[in-house]
């Protein structure tokens, strides 16, 4: 006998250009069966990714799931993207499924009608179809849903270039292009837009960007793990230059001394630890770190 179908994990219905677009989620062995469905009369592509943990506990990172996911006529779209062709399923309908079994958290997608050239994505985001809902009935599932059909807030320019900004500041303010500097601030929109679906209040999210709250501090309320920062971030040479002349004060100004490498150290260290660039030179020429600050410093041995 034929095995029993099991019940819908996720069962979703979206807008599609005036039409109905049915997204559900099934298990499928040690997988998950994503099965798409619409009215929309259309040519249909589903233009799409996956979210997977890049690490125990680490945030979930765009990717395209292996070869053996995709289905019949996939093609890669400049190598960041899937696009797979719906198929007639009768009755004016088109249907396309997915079989997922690499631990993928989530599916992202919009839709593109080949014939109109039309793109329909969710109020200017993505289709987000989480995986990991558990048996119809229990609370996993209800959340999943939730966060699928959660209508989210806007996300400004500025609220996303000033986010990019922390994030790059976090990281030790490395030496960058501008196409580095663009995908970062696609990576902010994406990240930002993740928080949202989670749940996370916009305000919270202005209030890191207003500096009320530091990021690695919010990353640890929201429990998610603060990104690397890397071993030896850039300290701007200004910055070395007051935090030795600090070192050489305190030390009671020897003839010279040479306290450039010690000072690089530290900053290193503090900016490493999450600590930004202008948070440290604040404090540095606060009266109680150096009373006379604005004395120069004295110059560096080459």
């Known amino acids: ?21 049915r997204v559900t989620v ?4 040690a997988g998950k069966r994503v099965h798409f469905q619409s009215d929309h009369p259309g040519a249909l592509v589903l233009h799409w990714g996956v979210l997977a943990p890049e690490a125990p506990g680490g945030e979930a990172q765009w ?12 093609r890669v779209y400049k190598d960041k993207a899937l696009q797979s062709p719906w198929a007639p399923a009768g009755s004016g309908r088109s249907e396309l499924t997915l079989l997922l079994n690499s631990g993928e958290e989530a599916v992202d997608f919009v839709v593109k009608d080949t014939r109109t ?17 558990g048996e119809p009935g229990d609370g996993g599932q209800a959340q999943a849903q939730a966060q699928a059909t959660r209508r989210l807030p806007a996300v400004s320019q500025e609220l996303a270039g000033i986010w990019a900004y922390i994030k790059w500041e976090l990281a030790g303010c490395p030496e960058r ?9 696609r990576a902010g929109i994406a990240e ?5 679906r989670e749940g996370v209040p916009l305000e919270d999210l202005w209030s890191v960007a207003r500096g009320r709250e530091r990021l690695v501090d919010f990353y640890a309320r929201v429990g998610r793990a603060e990104p690397p920062s890397r ?42 630890r999450g600590e930004t660039a202008e948070d440290i030179e604040r404090q540095l020429r606060a009266p109680e ?10 110059p560096l041995p080459v």
Request: aromatic letters at 8%; charged letters at 20%; glycine letters at 8%.
């Open 1 to 21: 006998p034929a095995a029993p179908v099991q019940p819908a994990a996720l069962d979703c219905t979206f807008d599609l250009g005036g039409r109905e677009m």
């Open 26 to 29: 099934q298990a499928e062995g």
């Open 63 to 74: 990717a395209l799931p292996p070869p053996s996911s995709w289905p019949a006529g996939t």
């Open 117 to 133: 050239n039309e793109w329909f994505d969710r109020e200017g985001s993505n289709f987000h179809i989480p995986l990991w809902a």
């Open 177 to 185: 292009s501008q196409q580095d500097a663009d995908a970062e601030y």
């Open 192 to 196: 930002l837009k993740s928080l949202l």
């Open 231 to 272: 071993s030896s971030p850039r300290v701007p040479k200004s910055l070395v230059s007051l935090q030795a002349y600090i070192l050489w004060e305190q030390a009671g100004k020897p003839d010279g001394a040479d306290f450039g490498q010690k000072a690089k150290q530290l900053l290193e260290d503090r900016l490493g």
């Open 289 to 298: 770190a150096a009373e006379q600050s604005a004395a120069p410093a004295p």
